[in-house]
């Protein structure tokens, strides 16, 4: 699977064309890498669970991906985080052929509508992740424990194997500092080493996390499959219709 997807776009006016430079590419599962652009020569403005679109400088064949970091932890940095998939044959994609620290990158966005809003009166948040999905949500998470507001996260996320849960370490650390609820669950992993839950999400796993229907905001992300079932399960548990936010995300065409 890839990490890119097909998203509503956000009014053109609002959206940059930079050129930054890549400041690092870095492994942070065997099928994915966290790639981070450098911004301290560019302000880049952007709100939870938006995208950009990346490409070679002066190239149309630009792909979009989530922003994998709260728009505080870029202010602090100058940086840009990214959670970008490898293609079948092991690489970025075309749309990245140089993708060695300091090479020129074209930045476009921000983009999307899978916003975390500014104001929530829910006090009960619940993020399900599926594979690289986990990008938007790990930024919605951040921005969320900065706030001083007494949320209650859970996150419910699945990978193909074990070794393939994203910013996994971080997430346990929230979680052991009792600040998010974390569930995990392997769809494809044969080994014997993973000892938690397997299957897709399905509504046994959702009845573990949601705790008050009624009282949950939701935020959904990952395959296109995933999503659909997701959403049908979670009204099927009584959670309102507006309180369910998604982004489906599908394997761009060669």
């Known amino acids: 699977m890839a990490s890119a997807f097909r998203r509503k776009k956000a009014p053109s006016k609002l959206r940059l064309v930079l050129t930054v430079p890549l400041l690092s590419v870095a492994s942070i599962t065997p099928r994915s890498r966290l790639v981070t652009l450098d911004l301290r020569n560019h302000p880049f403005n952007?709100?939870?669970?938006?995208?950009?679109?990346?490409?070679?400088?002066g190239e149309h064949a630009r792909r979009p991906y989530s922003i994998s970091c709260s728009p505080e932890y870029a202010a602090e940095t100058h940086t840009l985080e990214l959670l970008i998939a490898l293609d079948a044959d092991g690489t970025l994609g075309p749309n990245l052929p140089d993708a060695t620290p300091g090479s020129p990158i074209d930045l476009e966005g921000p983009l999307g509508t899978f916003l975390f809003p500014e104001e929530t009166p829910s006090q009960r948040l619940l993020f399900v992740a599926g594979g690289t999905g986990i990008a938007p949500l790990r930024a919605m998470i951040d921005h969320v424990l900065r706030r001083e507001a007494a949320y209650r996260l859970s996150l419910l996320y699945s990978a193909r194997n074990g070794d393939e849960f994203a910013f996994i370490e971080e997430l346990r650390a929230h979680e052991s500092s009792g600040r998010l609820e974390v569930h995990q669950t392997v769809t494809r992993d044969d080994g014997t080493e993973w000892a938690g839950k397997r299957g897709r999400i399905g509504r046994a796993h959702f009845q573990s996390v949601v705790h008050d229907p009624a009282n949950t905001l939701c935020f959904v992300c990952g395959p296109?499959?995933?999503?659909?079932?997701?959403?049908?399960?979670?009204?099927g548990l009584g959670v309102p219709a507006d309180a369910i936010r998604t982004e489906a995300w599908s394997v761009p065409r060669a």
Do not use: D
């Not at 952007?46 to 400088?57: D, S, T």
């Not at 296109?224 to 009204?235: G, I, K, P, Q």
């Open 224 to 235: 296109r499959a995933m999503v659909n079932e997701s959403v049908s399960t979670l009204a």
């Open 46 to 57: 952007f709100r939870p669970g938006q995208a950009v679109l990346i490409g070679a400088p």
